[in-house]
């Protein structure tokens, strides 16, 4: 697993190593000595420029203030794989240390960190406390991939010599779970939310409702997640999150700097939510609960003011457990609701969600209302095409970009991929990274464009294993998209990068895809 070095070698040549494809021609000598700096999302840039920093029993890691959060986070992320003790203190690093430090250039902005590895010290540098963590992602990426064992493993733990300066291209780099087609319990929520956080990713979509089940407790209305939440597709018991269980995945969100935008999918994709209460069908009728995979027959009464009762309960209550500014109000495949009236309704639950304070996310079927100031409008139908999402930036909207060929994580990787679909076709690794965001649609611009997001529905997925497969490594080629500048992303170079976080997930026991594009390493045996 280890680099052999020598001591100096020209800047040149190690940045040549560092970065990898520029290797692939470089001179043989260097082929002999690799050097393990393998990261994605690549960062803005990488030096590699001295002598790697040993952890060892008298590391140090030291923070003050709003750094000691994520000093902690580190210190317990790296103590049960090295055994080492890694105590948090508040002194100022001393040599031997790792140190994260607060105040950093603003220029770093939100989300952005410098990072320095020498000998004697590791030093993370930040605006802001979410740049700190970014940084820990990219120093636990330095690190030997048995680092992400939850058992002791030898090392040694070796952090190369690197500086890294890096910040995100888009603010919103997201992965959306649908736990309304099946549902996954907290832990499983939090394992996706991991996932997520490695690569850097900073808002995590939870799609709560959908015609097989309702995820979400409301007082107000508590047949919701009765009835509403007593199956899943194909009949299983499904679930759903009392708020104690919601708040818990938002804070634990928080501590990885990601934000949780919850999506109540309406006026279609309701039936859980009209099985609970008749008064919510036109026709005063409750149908069955659904356990199917059909989509598009079922929509609230738009001409009851009961319906923009229940719209204005639920989503006040969905707002006060939301810490974030957005609410996504679903809108997709309403099919049974006519032009006129949808567009009418698009605008009211626009004001409802303003009324709560936020902002309102949409499926790109909400831009054929007009839009609020502040809605942001997510382009997914490849088979539709952009024509909606054109409109958005016409009213001054900004654009969430998940197109279903590209970032659809429920698409079959190819024909033998046992789950998943192809409505928009197969999306192996190439194709959900070689794209742009700025120009994948005509007349949507980078400054039109808030970022990039990776849905993953659940229709034919049961389990976390499931869930692990169809995700990675697809989303750590959507998160580098979203994250990294184009003039630092090439296929063949981020092939290798990619190849070296196996291991990663293997330490990780994430049973992730092992798509023929990439040319993964042997696997590795983990001390057990
Ligand atoms: C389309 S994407 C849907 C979902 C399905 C998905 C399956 C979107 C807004 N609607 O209801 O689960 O396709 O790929």
New binding site residues.
Partial sequence: MHARRTRRRPAAALACAALLAACASGPAEEKERPIDVHLVPQPVSVTADGEPFVLDDSTQVSAAGDAVPVAVYLAESLRPSTGLPLPVSAEPATSGAISLRLGGDADLGAEGYQLDVTAESVDLRAHEPAGLFRAVQTLRQLLPATVESDTPQPGPWEVPGVSVADRPRFAWRGAML?VA?HFFSVEEVKRFIDLAALYKVNVVHLHLT?DQGWRIAVESWPELTGIGASTEVGGGRGGFYPKADYNDIVEYAATRYITVVPEIDVPG?TNAALASYPELNCDDRAPEPFAGTR?GFSALCLDKPVSYEFLEDVFGELAAMTPGQFLHV?G??ARTIADEEYAAFAVRIQKIVAATGKSAVG?QELATGALEPGSVVQY??TDEGPAQVVEAVRQGAQVLLSP?DRT?L??KYDAQTPLG?D??GYVDVRDAYDWNPATLVDGVTEADVVGVEA?L?T?TLADIDDVEFMTIPRLSAIAEVAWSPTDRREWEDFRLRLAAQAPRWEAMAVGFHRSPQIPWPPTVQMQP
């Fill in positions: 649908d087609r959908d994709h989509v679903g997709d495949e499926w997914w139908n279903a659809y429920d698409m679909y409505w928009a849905p529905w229709e």
